[in-house]
């Protein structure tokens, strides 16, 4: 099971964890399950209210998580979050280039991350 650290300078840092394996849980479905105060939208990928900083426990890793979707792509790029030319690294590499995710897109995977929110 993986562990999430959920951390904001408003709320208390809270762990919790994730289905392993599950392939279809999201960052933000794992928040809302255990009340986790992350601002939301669209639930679709298309709005970036739900913008979270991710990073790995282990500081040698980069999280894993599930590669970027055609809407973070489209969203981050508007909010200056990524540029074309990580994307096409990502494309590349099979790499997550950037600490920025949507929470309604983000699936989670074996892996102990902190989530960061609000990201503004
Ligand atoms: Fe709109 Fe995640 S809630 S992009």
Known sequence: MALITFSSPLHKDKT???????????????????????????????????????SSVDAKRSPMGAPLTDHEIRVLREMGKITQAEVDKMLVDDLCPTQWRLACQMVLRDEDLLIEYPSK
Do not use: M, W
């Open 16 to 54: 919790v964890y994730a289905v392993a394996g599950s392939r279809t849980q999201t960052v933000l479905t794992l928040a809302k399950e255990h009340h986790i105060p992350i601002d939301f939208g669209c639930e679709n990928g298309d709005c970036g209210t739900c913008l979270v900083k991710v």
